[in-house]
């Protein structure tokens, strides 16, 4: 198994036989390298989105033209992309689970707001946010997407067991790093913990530190734009 930092909360997984990039804000992420989205892209099977605002979903249509890519995300934001702009979706919903080129899928929830941007960047609802649980290769990595502590978190360490965590940690929209630690040490047991939704901008958290000193015993990676991460 091979994880990819796209910057931002941006990822590529590669599991299984599939190749999922996750989130993958490219365009205008000031953290990306323009000239390796040919590299990122590559060999992907499925876009897999955790909600519609434009710092997660903004090249999503793009690239699901370009590569001929299915979307894969919450039933509502699903319906309206089908509709209105007549990409292939894969829309399910919270405690649903997808079967992608042998990688199980299972969405969960966050708490965050969620819409897309239409009409002169008025925002249209666009279902709610979430995360995601995905299974395979002997790892289950729980991706977080945009959320804040929520006790839900509780069941969800319990149920699915992650080993590897995708934890947004740049505080501001979403938990910081110490809530994140936090919700890290109280909520699971993972043995591997990558922060994303972090130094993008200034108004974000520009390091880990709070994080890996507050998760004594777990590895806490830094991750590298397009630097891969093997499992």
Same mark, same amino acid.
């Given at each position: %198994?091979? +994880?990819? *930092?796209?910057g931002?909360?941006g990822?590529? +997984?590669?599991i299984?036989?599939?190749?999922? +990039?996750?989130?993958? *804000?490219l365009?205008?992420n000031?953290?990306?390298? #323009?000239d390796? $989205?040919t590299? =990122?892209? #590559?060999? =992907?099977?499925?876009l897999l989105?955790?909600?519609?605002?434009?710092d997660h979903?903004?090249?999503s249509? =793009?690239?699901?033209r370009?590569?001929?890519l299915?979307?894969?995300?919450?039933?509502e934001l699903?319906?309206i *992309? $089908?509709?209105?702009e007549?990409?292939?979706?894969i829309?399910f919903?919270?405690?649903?689970?997808l079967?992608?080129?042998g990688?199980r899928?299972?969405m969960?929830?966050?708490?965050?707001s969620a819409?897309?941007?239409?009409e002169?960047?008025? &925002?249209q609802?666009a279902g709610?946010a979430?995360?995601f649980?995905i =299974?395979?290769?002997?790892?289950?990595?729980y991706?977080s997407?945009d959320t804040?502590i929520?006790?839900d978190?509780d *069941?969800m360490g319990?149920?699915?067991?992650?080993? /590897?965590g995708?934890?947004?940690?740049?505080?501001?929209?979403? %938990?910081d790093?110490? $809530?994140? #630690?936090?919700?890290?040490?109280?909520?699971f047991?993972?043995?591997t913990?990558? &922060?994303c939704h972090y130094?993008t901008? &200034?108004i974000?958290?520009?390091? #880990?530190?709070?994080? /890996?000193a507050?998760l004594p015993?777990?590895?806490?990676?830094?991750p590298?734009? %397009?630097k &891969?991460i093997d499992?």
């Open positions: %198994m091979k +994880l990819t *930092w796209l931002h909360s990822f590529r +997984l590669e299984e036989s599939a190749v999922l +990039l996750i989130d993958p *804000w365009t205008g000031p953290m990306f390298p #323009a390796r $989205r590299e =990122a892209l #590559a060999g =992907a099977t499925h989105i955790t909600h519609g605002h434009g979903a903004a090249d249509l =793009a690239i699901a370009t590569q001929g299915p979307i894969v995300c919450i039933h699903s319906e *992309w $089908r509709a209105q007549g990409i292939e979706t829309g919903g919270k405690g649903g689970t079967t992608l080129g990688a899928v299972t969960v929830n966050a708490v965050h819409s897309i941007d239409y002169g960047g008025r &925002p609802p709610s979430a995360g649980m =299974a395979g290769e002997d790892h289950t990595t991706v997407g804040d929520m006790a978190m *069941w319990d149920y699915h067991k992650p080993d /590897i995708i934890l947004c940690a740049g505080g501001r929209y979403t %938990m790093m110490n $809530r994140a #630690a936090y919700a890290a040490k109280r909520y047991n993972f043995k913990v990558i &922060p130094r901008f &200034p974000l958290e520009q390091s #880990a530190a709070a994080l /890996i507050g015993g777990v590895r806490v990676i830094e590298e734009v %397009m &891969p499992f």
